[in-house]
């Protein structure tokens, strides 16, 4: 999983290089997949559920499950990139929110809250823990600073399959849910909308957008929980760190 793990971090950097305006969706999806495919992983995404792409590709109002088509990005969208990976069974899962040139202040900032949202609920993967922390260290961030978390869609377990148990929402009470045993392996993604948590599904039925219209940021990290604490597993390792 670590493999795979960096694999997407990889990536999903080699990705944020190549986004800019003028670049469509599709040729994201074509560049992801040659790289997993380059790196001897496979895009786990692609078919899965009858999913016809390798990547989520969803800007702005877009959560989630964005399918990668003739979509011209512009200056000044956002747009969420959503991977998968398989290597040796395993699977990892991530995703990151870039900026399309020159962006708000007020989507930059979304985009940090909801980083840092995601790495405040990472914090709370410890042994003894529970599910409840991660949501209610997620929730309470993104709140604080007026936005609100999607409620409908959640974190989950990863491994040998691509959703496994637990859930990890994004909201909740702390001290609820399932405890944190050493050797879990969670997917956890805040997904933050800049207006309400209400949301709808695209006539594609995949895509799902902001019912107000308003711009969402998703971000995502495949953790291990470990003795020593969280481990991700979708970032650039440093040697003897």
């Known amino acids: 999983m670590a493999r795979a793990g960096r694999t997407l971090r990889g990536c999903l950097d080699m990705l944020g290089r190549a986004i800019e305006p003028g670049i469509t969706t599709r040729e994201l999806d074509r560049l992801a997949e040659r790289y997993i495919r380059e790196e001897g992983g496979t895009p786990t995404f692609k078919n899965y559920r009858g999913f016809p792409a390798s990547i989520c590709a969803s800007p702005n109002d877009m959560?989630?499950?964005?399918?990668?088509?003739?979509?011209?990005?512009?200056e000044g969208d956002i747009v969420?990139?959503?991977?998968?990976?398989?290597m040796?069974?395993?699977?990892?899962?991530?995703?990151?929110?870039?900026?399309?040139?020159?962006?708000?202040?007020?989507?930059r900032r979304l985009l940090q809250i909801t980083e840092e949202a995601l790495m405040l609920g990472i914090a709370k993967c410890t042994i003894g823990n529970r599910v409840g922390d991660i949501s209610h260290a997620v929730q309470t961030h993104a709140e604080a600073h007026g936005?609100?978390?999607?409620?409908?869609?959640?974190?989950?377990g990863v491994g040998r399959e691509m959703h496994e148990d637990p859930q990890v929402p994004n909201f909740g009470?702390?001290?609820q849910g399932p405890e944190l045993r050493e050797g879990m392996v969670l997917a956890i993604e805040p997904m933050v909308n800049m207006g309400g948590h209400e949301v709808e599904i695209g006539e594609d039925n995949w895509?799902?957008?902001?019912?107000?219209?308003?711009?969402?940021?998703?971000?995502?990290?495949?953790?291990?929980?470990?003795?020593?604490?969280?481990?991700?597993?979708?970032?650039?390792?440093?040697?003897?760190?």
Do not use: C, Q
């Open 63 to 74: 959560v989630v499950h964005g399918i990668p088509g003739k979509t011209r990005l512009r």
């Open 88 to 107: 040796d069974g395993y699977i990892a899962d991530a995703a990151n929110t870039f900026p399309v040139g020159e962006i708000s202040e007020a989507a």
């Open 207 to 241: 895509a799902i957008y902001t019912e107000d219209g308003s711009l969402s940021a998703h971000f995502e990290h495949t953790v291990a929980i470990t003795k020593n604490g969280p481990r991700i597993l979708t970032i650039v390792e440093v040697e003897g760190a």
């Open 173 to 175: 009470p702390p001290g």
């Open 147 to 156: 936005y609100s978390v999607v409620e409908s869609m959640v974190g989950h």
């Open 80 to 86: 969420g990139i959503d991977v998968g990976g398989t």
